[in-house]
């Protein structure tokens, strides 16, 4: 069973940086696409960004262009989320999420953009890493 893990989370001031990890364990993630995700405080999950293995094409939410940058290492099986110029705004749980290639392949979803992919449709989730932008 894969397992996400997501890192890197912390409490940062206004204008700060961080990067977050997201670990793919127990077998080796053959992913079609990896989404970041976040969750503030009484609302709803929302999309960040998202990659497509096949082609590394990104996508990035209105929220984190310009600021964000995803990216990945294939050797280590790790999707990153390179998040400067932080706001208080953007203190949520940050959770990564995959969608399998075999299932993608199976459901015929192996030619669609990252960013309409649904958070329904993406097969694994990681446990979120909390960040927080106070001063």
């Known amino acids: 069973q894969v397992q996400l893990v997501e890192s890197g989370g912390g409490l940062v001031q206004p204008g700060g940086s961080l990067r977050l990890s997201c670990a793919a364990s127990?077998?080796?993630?053959?992913?079609?696409?990896i989404g970041w995700f976040r969750q503030a405080p009484g609302k709803e999950r929302e999309g960040v960004s998202c990659?497509?293995?096949?082609?590394?094409?990104?996508y990035y939410a209105d929220s984190g262009k310009g600021r964000f940058t995803i990216s990945r290492d294939n050797t280590k099986n790790t999707v990153y989320l390179q998040m400067n110029s932080l706001k208080p705004e953007d203190t949520a749980v940050y959770y990564c999420?995959?969608?399998?290639?075999?299932?993608?392949?199976?459901?015929?979803?192996?030619?669609?953009?990252?960013?309409?992919?649904?958070?329904?449709?993406?097969?694994?989730w990681g446990q979120g890493t909390r960040v927080t932008v106070s001063s």
């Open positions: 990659i497509t293995s096949s082609d590394g094409s990104t």
């Open positions: 127990g077998f080796p993630l053959n992913y079609y696409v």
């Open positions: 999420a995959a969608i399998d290639s075999l299932i993608a392949i199976r459901d015929k979803l192996d030619k669609r953009p990252c960013h309409q992919f649904q958070t329904y449709e993406y097969n694994y």
